[in-house]
């Protein structure tokens, strides 16, 4: 005896009607309730006792032929019942048996009933043979698969150089740090190949059960190299090559390749300001009231003074700014410096230091005092996520405010799209409610009042723009928690001594020092900046 699910079927006898159940064998599924009483609804069978026949099919243990009325009824064909997967890729069809004597089904009728569903495509013509040779009752059986939509590939660019080059100084074994060769250009020379484009791969239609299109999922991303002068395409721009020796840089999705301006002396009156498209190295010294403008990176040799710089990638100054209250250094990738006074200072990435006195320093990843008697005195300090140091503050009580983590507008952005997710979410279920409803009735062969049609396609495409909106606020949810997550791990790393009067903030949480600590480290503990030994 094989696995077969419980089914049941009609008996036209002279004294009445009566329903034929048949348990299930080798595990099969049971028979259902609702299915029988569907069953009898759709053969119009109203007269029966409800609670005996469901207390006689809760308990059958073998075939059991249950009375249904006294009628005289015509004999009942083979019926059937096609489901369509939510996606429309799949249908099956449950078959129920004849009355004794009634009519079984040929293929056209298999063909027919599906016809009637509205299956047009993709149907197992072998499944049909097998229903018409060995039918099974009360069983979905996979009758037709539409052809899912294939996926394509996105371009692909390879970058064949560096695209984050580091900028890090060697630390003597003195405890001083050697500025002079930091290696923070990445050097190409004339003809070099730069990068390489993979073309994109467009995707392939699908097609439903339904005989409808379904487009592939996601739309192929296009790519194209992008470049800036200095450099040429092959003629069926799939590759990149550099026209002059120089450096490379990647910014965005963009590839730069520039010429070094050097200033051998000072930048005074003697130059005015500096605005160029590379990177500008100056020999001298920046004096006071200049500026220098640089596309790539700016290198000083000598000392900056109340100046301006600002660079698109890193600042070196193998020296450090006596800024006089007016100086300031603005760098979108890292600056490195022996010492920063009385000045302005921001980076997008990193800033190394020897000292920091009496100035308002920030910086997107972490500010760091390196060498033997590294020190941050007075101003303003505010890292995402390190800031490094022997000495802050002084005996003095010197006010000294160091700063760690997001701000507070980052939080209340997240609470926001949150909140419009959730109620996103609400509307979406109603919509598919109201959409499975009308499915139903239609499915059933109900007719849609011609009033509902602007409920339903109004529906639809409310669940369908929210469903674009809702994959928009998920990515920009988990950018937001991957954020205040990464920064509530924020440090203050002390290595020799803090002194009383610093003030220590990690994300929006404050800890005012009272006491010299020595050796220890700031970091947030369930919402509460701790110090921990170092």
Not at 472 to 479: F, H, R, Y
């Amino acid at each position: 005896m094989t696995k077969q699910n419980g089914y049941f079927q009609l008996q036209i006898e002279e004294d009445g009607l009566y329903i034929h159940l048949f348990p299930p064998t080798e595990g099969g599924d049971p028979i259902v309730v609702s299915e029988v009483l569907d069953y009898l609804n759709m053969v119009k069978v109203e007269q029966y006792d409800l609670n005996a026949l469901s207390r006689t099919i809760h308990s059958i243990q073998e075939p059991t032929l249950f009375r249904l009325n006294d009628d005289v009824a015509f004999f009942v064909s083979e019926k059937s019942k096609i489901e369509v997967s939510p996606d429309r890729m799949t249908a099956t069809i449950r078959l129920y048996p004849p009355s004794n004597n009634g009519k079984m089904f040929e293929k056209k009728d298999l063909f027919g009933e599906l016809n009637r569903a509205g299956i047009r495509t993709g149907v197992i013509l072998s499944v049909l043979d097998l229903l018409i040779k060995s039918p099974v009752y009360c069983y979905d059986v996979v009758v037709a698969k539409g052809k899912p939509a294939k996926e394509g590939i996105d371009a692909q660019i390879e970058y064949l150089f560096d695209t984050k080059p580091t900028a890090k100084p060697k630390l003597n074994e003195d405890g001083t740090v050697d500025f002079h060769q930091l290696g923070i250009f990445t050097r190409v020379e004339k003809g070099q190949l730069l990068a390489r484009l993979t073309p994109e791969q467009e995707g392939e239609d699908g097609i439903d059960v339904f005989g409808n299109r379904v487009p592939p999922l996601h739309k192929v991303r296009k790519g194209v190299l992008k470049c800036g002068r200095n450099i040429h395409l092959s003629d069926d721009h799939l590759e990149m090559y550099s026209d002059v020796s120089g450096d490379v840089k990647l910014e965005g999705d963009t590839v730069f390749v520039s010429d070094t301006f050097t200033v051998q002396a000072d930048v005074d009156a003697s130059t005015g300001d500096i605005d160029y498209d590379g990177n500008v190295i100056v020999n001298g010294n920046v004096r006071t009231g200049f500026r220098i403008v640089s596309q790539g990176d700016i290198h000083v040799k000598g000392v900056v003074e109340g100046a301006e710089l600002y660079a698109e990638g890193n600042i070196v100054l193998n020296r450090g700014i006596q800024g006089m209250n007016r100086g300031k250094l603005d760098a979108k990738g890292d600056i490195i410096t022996k010492f920063i006074e009385s000045a302005t200072v921001k980076a997008g990435g990193k800033i190394q230091a020897g000292s920091i006195l009496h100035s308002n320093v920030e910086a997107g990843d972490s500010i760091t005092c390196e060498g033997r008697k590294s020190f941050v005195i007075g101003g303003f300090l505010s890292a995402v996520n390190l800031i490094d140091a022997k000495t802050v503050g002084n005996q003095m009580g010197t006010v000294t405010t160091i700063k760690l983590g997001v701000d507070a507008s980052v939080l209340e952005d997240l609470k926001k799209k949150q909140e419009e997710f959730a109620e996103n979410a609400v509307t979406i279920e109603k919509c598919t409610q109201i959409l499975t409803l009308f499915k139903k009735r239609l499915e059933s062969g109900q007719k849609v009042p011609p009033d509902k049609v602007a409920v339903i396609q109004t529906a639809g495409n409310d669940k369908q723009r929210l469903e674009e909106r809702q994959e928009v606020l998920k990515q920009a949810i988990e950018e937001c928690q991957q954020l205040i997550e990464a920064n509530a791990k924020g440090r203050l790393r002390i290595g020799d001594m803090i002194y009383p009067g610093v003030r220590v903030s990690i994300a929006n949480n404050l800890y005012i020092v009272k006491n010299e600590l020595k050796y220890c480290q700031f970091h947030l503990r369930q919402g509460e900046v701790v110090v921990d030994s170092y």
